[in-house]
């Protein structure tokens, strides 16, 4: 994954990941993690957690709940640490197609949300990815990946992204047997950027 521009830019990024609330950010798919929210000792995932906001919400709503933060950008990781300190995050630095470091301390998931990483990872990569997130998901689990869509060249090419279609998402979650419940319709960006949009996908296990 490209990482220099989020090295270079991590305090400031920080700052704005963690101005906007989780409730706010996710609320087109809200209702499939709210009823889970009653249940006590969820464990979730958090790949592509940045500073840590979301991290923190899955904390403090969930009682007893086991939160795994994935960063990969040290410096987004250290801020992210911070933001939840005396918090029961474990927080590490890994990231797909493998998860090898998540994987060894770590079987499975209740809830996993993928931030925008599909739109970092090469295609030939993909399959790998989902693969893994299929093995770290429980039999009645959920699992959102979000979608940055953008038309702004420039912005892609700074940020080391690249545009991902649903339909290549539904292809690989298919064959890592995972069922689409809900593809929400594309959401204009909570900083007001005209040339993005967002999009999630939920999944569950086949039966």
């Known amino acids: 994954m490209p990482m220099q521009y989020y090295e270079d830019n991590a305090l400031q990024l920080a700052k704005v990941y963690q101005s906007y ?5 996710h609320a087109s798919w809200l209702k499939f993690v709210t009823p889970l929210m009653s249940e006590t000792g969820l464990k979730f995932l958090d790949i592509g957690a940045g500073a840590g906001r979301d991290a923190r919400f899955f904390v403090e709503q969930a009682e007893n709940a086991e939160v795994v933060a994935v960063e990969p950008v040290c410096s987004l990781n250290r801020l992210g640490q911070a933001y939840t300190r005396d918090m029961p995050v474990n927080w590490y630095q890994d990231e797909l ?3 090898y470091k998540v994987r060894k301390n ?5 809830v996993i949300l993928v931030s925008s990483v599909f739109n970092y990872l090469q295609a ?3 399959q790998q990815a989902m693969l893994t997130l299929r093995t770290l998901l429980n039999q009645h689990g959920l699992l959102a990946i979000k979608l940055r869509h953008c038309d702004d060249e420039e912005a892609l090419k700074v940020r080391g992204m690249q545009n991902c279609s649903v339909e290549y ?4 979650a298919e064959k890592a047997d995972l069922h689409c419940v809900e593809v929400t319709e594309p959401e204009e960006d909570a900083q007001g950027r005209a040339s993005v949009t967002w999009q999630t996908l939920l999944f569950k296990p086949v039966q």
């Open 124 to 126: 030939s990569s993909g």
């Open 169 to 172: 998402i539904l292809d690989i």
């Open 21 to 25: 609330r989780f409730e706010l950010l």
């Open 97 to 99: 197609p493998c998860l």
């Open 106 to 110: 770590h079987a499975a998931f209740d």
